[in-house]
């Protein structure tokens, strides 16, 4: 009897093991294949489910929660009569020339920063306070100096980008391999030299990274510059439809916001792994 | 000619400040042209110390070193230094960074694209052209930064256990294919190694060192017949070639015997 027991509590940590090799059911076997996309679908079922049974039944108001129904509605209608377009381009524009301005401001700053001690010594006091404070703070400010159009907000954007390019930038400079350095050196390398074939390359993966950071805080930033004084763009949708309580038109806005936060990371993280295979292919998992 | 005169080196030390770490005290040494000398020693006695102050990648605290004359001040295109940690570029591809030291060279492009592939080749590395170093074995790695140093037909080759990382097959391939690249195009060679046979083998000279702080025990000129890539098993077990090693392995114990006895003394005690 024990025997039997302990040979078959033998058998259950050979399945568990081996999946693989377990016969039974065919159910069994896909659950064994795909328990993480099934437990996720499932998951979303039940909260979607749920979600528009709360609002059928009468026990939630759609007017605070909206529904997933009245959401995909929504959603449709917007890109069916085309409505939707001139925001997604008017935000895109912001956080486009935000982005762009980011990058070709920050990447040149953090360089001279990690290799010109003046700089460095000029500038770090007033990075670290811009980079410890919230970039949101700024905006009346810079509506008072750049006016409530289109120039304020993409300050803002470009505030909240360029400061994380510069450090990212910065430390890539910083992180450089001395010896590979002193390789170029020994190979009688000129300082520009060292500088373009050893540094630069060298600080190539923190500014990808950085740059993906970048993307993340501009697509807050110009959902907020999008809230004031605007007549266009996500932000200034989410802020009306909330004023008219209309909770599904907020939605689709935070939904679009989701979703080109998804694409352009997965983007960027495609050309990081494209342009730096070195980093990217030892520490994937 | 490499003349090597008083040079004395010391590091600040990381774990006092007031106090310097000695690493190289009092060396004198004079290396031929055309000669092939290799450093043996205790680990950390300061070989590689002494090989960036040859090429000039470190200033010497005391003494100076001469090439063919001039005080060396600074690295030169007619020197190459293949180093211990291999240092390749992670961004390039092995035919990359074989490239590397003729590009910044000012090669143009497509004779340095030959001088790479022709060396690569000599190294045992055809067909990984397109790998990048992360994609490498050690002893492949290694194997290419002892190509990236000869694709630039340095006069002086400075090698700092250029063949450490490699199995023991292929060292003795390695090595008799070094001998033979060398018959084809002489050099001046300084040689690192911690393998006595291998000294033996290659050069001309020994220079032995003691431990730390890093001066010059003794100098030993190896008169085996060359070419010796032809019937190197023959040589490797002469009467002579057994002599000398006993003689620098007897000197390479003591040396280590002093050394771990200074270590291990005061933490027994
Ligand atoms: N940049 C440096 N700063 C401080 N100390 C150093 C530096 N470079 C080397 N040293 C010290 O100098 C000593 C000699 O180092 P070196 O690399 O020349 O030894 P080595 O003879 O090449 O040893 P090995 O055979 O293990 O390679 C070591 O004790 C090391 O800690
Ligand atoms: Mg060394």
Redesign the interface.
Known sequence: MAETQSVKAFERTERAVVPEAEEGSPFRKIWNRHSTAITRIIAAILFFGGWEWAVRSGSVNPLFISSPTMISIRLFEVFADGSIWSHIRASGEIAGLGFVLSVVVGVPLGMLMGRVKLVRDTLEPLIMAKYSSPTVAFLPLLIIWFGIGILSKIVLVFLGGVIVMIINTEAGVANVDRQLVETAKSFTASEYQILSKVVIPSAVPFILTGMRLAVGRILILVVVAELYGSSAGLGYIIFQASANYDTAMVFVGVIILAAAGVVLNALLRAMEIRLTPWTTTLAKW | MIEILGLSHQFTRQDSADENLVVLDNISLTIEKGSFVSFVGPSGCGKTTLLRII?G?IKPKVGKVLIEGETVC????NR??V?Q?F?L???RTVLKNIE??L???GTDRSARRQAALDVLKRVGLGGFERY???QLSGGMKQRVGLARALS?SPTYLFMDEPLGALDPQIRELMQTELLKLLDAHRKTVVFVTHSVDEAIFLSDRIVVFSARPGRILTHIDIELPRPRWKDDEKIKSSEKFVTYRQHIWHLLKHELQSELQLQTMPKLA
């Open positions: 090429h990648l600074g690295p030169s295109a190459a230094m180093f940690e240092n570029l992670p961004w590397f030291g590009e910044l060279q990048y170093p992360h630039t």
